[in-house]
């Protein structure tokens, strides 16, 4: 990825939840306050339905198949179900 996007995987297991990662990585890619990108975010997508669908099952085992595409602040936001996510910034011409 360059300059314009970020991936990453979220960890589950240090107990962040998924929306707070989201935000972290558009806000720096953004360079907007992180409270502006959560409040989009909340906008599009409620946060505890993001947990229920992506967080691992409760054996552990990690979702399959699973894909969410949404945008928040000026980029597009994947999120796959094994965790991996990526945020592309796609400001708006001139």
Same mark, same amino acid.
Request: aromatic fraction near 4%; include cysteine.
């Given at each position: ?5 970020? $991936?990453?995987? *979220? ?16 806000? =720096? ?12 975010? =909340? ?8 947990? =229920?669908?992506? *967080? ?6 990690? =979702?399959?198949?699973?894909? $969410? ?19 592309? *910034? ?5």
């Amino acid at each position: 990825m360059d300059d314009d996007s970020i $991936l990453f995987r *979220h960890d589950w297991a240090d107990g962040t939840e998924l929306g707070p990662s989201i935000t972290d990585a558009v806000a =720096r890619l953004t360079d907007t306050p992180p409270e502006r990108v959560g409040s989009d975010l =909340r906008g599009s997508v409620d946060p505890d339905g993001l947990e =229920r669908v992506f *967080h691992p099952s409760a054996d552990g085992a990690t =979702r399959e198949g699973g894909r $969410l595409v949404v945008p928040v602040e000026s980029c597009v936001v994947t999120v796959e179900s094994d965790g991996w996510v990526s945020v592309v *910034h796609r400001p708006e011409d001139g």
